[in-house]
Structure formats: structure tokens, C-alpha cells
């Protein structure tokens, strides 16, 4: 019995002391005011193309280092890459709650997380593709973490406009006339 509230007191301090660090933590964070990045292109990493999105919100309550934070953890660490990531994942890298950073990642990007790690896929399969252009479509999307050809078919068209298939060809025909330019 004594045990047991033992465990339990310490859970309790445990508790108390990461609430009071996540308040000393939010309340110290300064609110600079940043220029608007350029506009984003394909060539960029992903996370600096999400970080983009920061410019069209207006700061009403937007936690932007959180959603930086977000992003460089995406970049670097590739979570985005296990079929399985979660929205309870990427908060546990964060040490934040998955409400908190969901409501951040919808406030910064106007998509919801699925959309958000979709996103770093997508653009992940491009990059896999521009260096390996024999890659078929099944295999972009096994390397890049969707869990089938079917769900990056459509994230790739909601993020592109254009179906992967077709976006592959018309980057290998651009890469045909670079390497053979017509004679004349």
C-alpha cells in the first residue's frame, strides 16, 4: 500500500514539474516579427517550403517556433518515412500534447496533420525520383512511407495537381532533352 502511494506522489511531482516547464516554456518565447520568406519552389526542402506558410498567417495565437521546430525535426529526422508516424509521435518529439500541435499545424499550414506528413512524402518520392528516374510509381510510394500506391496517387495529385505517372514521365522526357539537346 505504501508502495503504491509512493508511485503515486512521485507521478504527481512528475507531473507538476513538466506543467510548470511547459508554462516557463511558452511564456518566454519572444514574438518577433519576421519578413515574409520568398515564394517556395519545388528545389527546396520541404520543411523550408512548410516554414513558407508561416508568412500567410496573421499570428493570431500561432506557436511558430513550435511548427520551425516541427519542421526541422521533419527535414532531418525523416520520421515521415515509417508508414506507422503519428500525430502522438511527432508531439512525444516535441514535448508537447498532440491537440497543441495539431491546432499549430493547422493554424501555420491550413492542412491537417495526415496532409502535413503527406506533404514531406510527396516531396521526399520527387527527390527519389530526380535522383533514380527508373523508379516506378509502387516504389515511390513504398520508399516514401505511404502505406499504399493508391493513398500517394492521391496525395501526390492534391499536392500537385497531376497524377504521379504523369509527373514522372514528363521529368524524365525534361531530362531526355537536357542530356540530348536536338541537333540542328
Known amino acids: 500500500m505504501t ?3 509512493i508511485i503515486l506522489a ?7 514539474i513538466g506543467l510548470l516547464f511547459s508554462i516557463i516554456r511558452r511564456g518566454i518565447t519572444p514574438k518577433v516579427a519576421e519578413a ?7 528545389e527546396e526542402p520541404a520543411g523550408q517550403q512548410m516554414i513558407k506558410a508561416l508568412s500567410r498567417e496573421n499570428d493570431k495565437g500561432v506557436d ?7 519542421c526541422r525535426y521533419m527535414e532531418l ?4 518515412l515509417v508508414e506507422s508516424f503519428s500525430l502522438d509521435d511527432l508531439a512525444l518529439a516535441m514535448f508537447t500534447n498532440k491537440l497543441y500541435l ?5 493554424a501555420c499550414t491550413g492542412r491537417n496533420f495526415r496532409n502535413f506528413v503527406n506533404n514531406y512524402r510527396v516531396l521526399y518520392a520527387m527527390e527519389l525520383f530526380k535522383k533514380n528516374n527508373r523508379l516506378r510509381v509502387s516504389d515511390l510510394s513504398n ?11 492521391m496525395a ?4 500537385m495537381d497531376e497524377a504521379p505517372g504523369a509527373w514522372c514521365i514528363r521529368v524524365r522526357l525534361q531530362n531526355q532533352r537536357k542530356t540530348n539537346p536536338p541537333t540542328k
Not at 512521485?10 to 507538476?16: C, D, G, K, Q, T
Not at 495539431?102 to 493547422?106: V, Y
Not at 520508399?143 to 496517387?153: A, E, I, K, Q
Not at 501526390?156 to 499536392?159: E, G
Open 64 to 70: 511558430r517556433e513550435l511548427f520551425v521546430r516541427c
Open 102 to 106: 495539431s491546432q499549430t499545424i493547422n
Open 36 to 42: 515574409p520568406p520568398p515564394i517556395a519552389t519545388i
Open 156 to 159: 501526390f495529385k492534391l499536392m
Open 3 to 5: 508502495v503504491i502511494i
Open 77 to 80: 529526422r525523416k520520421p515521415f
Open 10 to 16: 512521485i507521478s504527481v511531482v512528475l507531473l507538476a
Open 143 to 153: 520508399l516514401s512511407g505511404f502505406h499504399s500506391p493508391v493513398t500517394f496517387n
